[in-house]
C-alpha cells in the first residue's frame, strides 16, 4: 500500500471529516473509497465508449424494426 500527502482546503477537510464520521469510517477509507468510486466512474464511461465505436448501426435499425407501433401504455407518454 502506498502513502501520499494531499494538501485539501480546510472547507473540503471539514466535509470529509463530517461525512467520514456519518459513514462510520476513517477519513483515509473515505478519501480511499470516494477515489474508488471516480476511477470506477471513469472506466466505465471509457469501456462504454470502446463499445460504441464497435456498435453495428444497421443491425440496431433492425433490432428497433421488430418493435411493434402502438401507442405508448398509460404513463409512459412522453
Excluded: C, W
Excluded at 494538501?7 to 473515505?30: C, M, T, W, Y
Amino acid at each position: 500500500m502506498s502513502a501520499l500527502s494531499l494538501r485539501l482546503p480546510d472547507s473540503i477537510h471539514r466535509h470529509i471529516k463530517e461525512f467520514a464520521q456519518k459513514e462510520g469510517v476513517s477519513i483515509n477509507q473515505f478519501i480511499a473509497t470516494a477515489v474508488a468510486e471516480k476511477i470506477s466512474a471513469l472506466a466505465t464511461e471509457d469501456y462504454l465508449q470502446a463499445r460504441a465505436q464497435r456498435a453495428d448501426s444497421g443491425a440496431f435499425a433492425a433490432v428497433l424494426a421488430k418493435v411493434a407501433d402502438r401507442p405508448p401504455l398509460v404513463g409512459d407518454e412522453l
